[in-house]
């Protein structure tokens, strides 16, 4: 019988180990609130998120198609910041980072 319960618990650690190294939890998502606008000329626009602030985020390339038609409206967006190089080709669409855009929600 105590043989039974030792290996019951030991199956139930060894069980709640593996469930929580295998949840993903994203702590790296930030809010950030803005107009999304589309910069630039064509064929070499930039799909940007302007603050009250000033501050200028890119959106990045693969997220751009989602964000373009938002144009003008203000949301509050959840984006994750891209570290490292800068995806765009102009500074100044990029002075204030690259975001990949996770989710939006319209402001009132």
Not at 13 to 41: C, H, M, R
Not at 63 to 73: I, T
Not at 96 to 103: A, E, K, L, Q
Request: proline share 4%; charged share 30%; glycine share 6%.
């Amino acid at each position: 019988m105590r043989k039974i319960i030792i290996l019951t618990i030991m199956v139930l650690i060894a069980i709640s180990s593996i469930s929580a190294f295998g949840q993903k939890e994203d702590n790296n998502l930030d809010k950030v609130t803005g107009v999304p606008g589309v910069y630039g000329t064509e064929p070499h626009t930039y799909v940007c998120i302007v603050t009250e602030e000033g501050k200028i985020y890119y959106v990045h390339p693969d997220d751009q198609k989602k964000v373009r038609d938002l144009d003008r409206y203000k949301f509050t967006f959840t984006v994750r910041f891209i570290e490292g190089a800068p995806v765009s080709l102009d500074a100044t669409f990029h002075k204030d980072g690259t975001v990949r855009v996770i989710s939006w929600k319209k402001e009132k």
